[in-house]
């Protein structure tokens, strides 16, 4: 018994030794995306003490309500300008995280033990409401498509990238079939863009075209930031689960198909410079602007995958540019995280 006792705790110890060191891809991604909700709720909460003070001196007569209105407008920028930092460093971790996925560091959610302590009609869990929610967090490559195409492009492939960050709510359509989903919610959109051959956007009249810069630039990249509304018809393959002949009905369990698309407002436009001065300083130049970039933006997209992980294609309808003589339209191609 005592032999027995030793076998079994040096098994467990070796059992969460692998956990440990088989921590899935999954689950760090998770994390990355709690702490990019968590950031976001954390400015909002602080904006709204702050909105409260402004609000008591404007009661008291303090200020007056155009200035109070301003002080609003200027405390409502900082915190997005704060946020959009706290969220870069943590696109940074993405990043390294799914460069590690790709180098083959890092393993999926599969390990060499299991131990089933209870029968398996224990196990079922209970059926999910008809109408659930998903925390939504996208990245991958992004580009300008000219006449459809993207062969050519004056942006970098693998520099320009896209970001996306959202809430959904996922409702089942039928009340007895758990194959079609109704997926609606909003999200966050960063699309960034890398110019290639030292190049810069500058805008000459309603004209935003392509220049090369005077400056030898370390780096040239130009954002805008849209916030959409989603909508997707989802194929929800989940097989269905029963007890006691009463069906149990689950989503997320397995290959996944969306079809839908999005239209949204434009919230501002920045393109970045980055280049060395005659000193061998460091210098960064930050230009805020509409540059003719359309204000509304609408398009189709796409995504497949299994569980939660999916390929994600997105395509604006409408040009990036507003009244350009060429027209270019954004284009998206990337992996796309649902979390319950």
């Known amino acids: 018994m005592r032999n027995f006792t030793i076998y079994l705790a040096l098994s467990l110890c070796l059992f969460a030794s692998k956990l440990v060191a088989q921590e899935s891809f999954e689950s760090k991604a998770r994390a990355i995306a709690t702490k990019i909700e968590n950031i976001t709720n954390e400015e909002k909460q602080t904006l709204k003490v702050e909105v409260?003070?402004?609000?008591?001196?404007?009661?008291?007569?303090?200020?007056?309500?155009?200035?109070?209105?301003?002080?609003?407008?200027?405390?409502?920028?900082?915190?997005?300008?704060?946020?959009?930092?706290?969220?870069?460093?943590?696109?940074?971790?993405?990043?390294?995280?799914?460069?590690?996925?790709?180098?083959?560091?890092?393993?999926?959610?599969?390990?060499?033990f299991s131990f089933d302590f209870k029968p398996k009609n224990d196990t079922i869990k209970k059926s999910e409401k008809r109408t659930t929610s998903q925390f939504v967090f996208a990245a991958g490559v992004n580009n300008l498509a000219t006449d459809g195409k993207v062969a050519g492009s004056d942006f970098r492939y693998w520099g320009s990238h896209f970001y996306e960050w959202g809430t959904t709510y996922n409702t089942r359509i039928l009340k007895n079939n758990n194959l079609l989903h109704?997926?609606?919610?909003?999200?966050?959109?960063?699309?960034?863009?890398?110019?290639?051959?030292?190049?810069?956007?500058?805008?000459?009249?309603?004209?935003?075209?392509?220049?090369?810069?005077?400056?030898?630039?370390?780096?040239?990249?130009f954002r805008?930031?849209?916030?959409?509304?989603?909508?997707?018809?989802?194929f929800d393959f989940s097989k269905n689960k029963s007890k006691d002949g009463k069906a149990f009905f689950q989503s997320h369990q397995s290959v996944r198909l969306g079809l839908g698309g999005y239209a949204?407002?434009?919230?501002?436009?920045?393109?970045?410079?980055?280049?060395?001065?005659?000193?061998?300083?460091?210098?960064?130049?930050?230009?805020?602007?509409?540059?003719n970039v359309n204000n509304f933006v609408y398009g189709v997209s796409a995504y497949l995958g299994y569980k939660e992980t999916s390929l994600y294609v997105k395509y604006d309808l409408n040009p990036m540019f507003e009244n350009n003589v060429v027209k270019q339209n954004n284009i998206s191609l990337g992996v796309r995280f649902d979390f319950n």
Do not use: C, W
């Not at 805008?224 to 989802?234: G, I, K, R, S, T």
């Not at 949204?264 to 805020?288: A, C, H, M, Y």
């Open 52 to 112: 409260e003070a402004i609000n008591v001196q404007l009661e008291k007569g303090v200020i007056t309500k155009d200035q109070a209105d301003a002080k609003k407008k200027e405390l409502a920028e900082a915190r997005a300008t704060i946020i959009e930092n706290r969220i870069a460093v943590v696109q940074m971790e993405l990043k390294d995280l799914i460069q590690q996925k790709v180098d083959g560091n890092i393993k999926s959610t599969h390990h060499e």
């Open 182 to 221: 109704l997926k609606y919610g909003y999200s966050v959109m960063y699309n960034n863009l890398r110019p290639t051959d030292n190049r810069v956007f500058v805008k000459t009249g309603d004209q935003t075209n392509l220049q090369t810069s005077g400056t030898n630039l370390e780096d040239s990249r």
């Open 224 to 234: 805008n930031v849209y916030l959409v509304a989603p909508l997707h018809l989802e």
């Open 264 to 291: 949204g407002l434009r919230i501002k436009s920045k393109q970045f410079q980055e280049f060395e001065d005659v000193d061998g300083n460091d210098i960064t130049v930050k230009e805020k602007g509409d540059f």
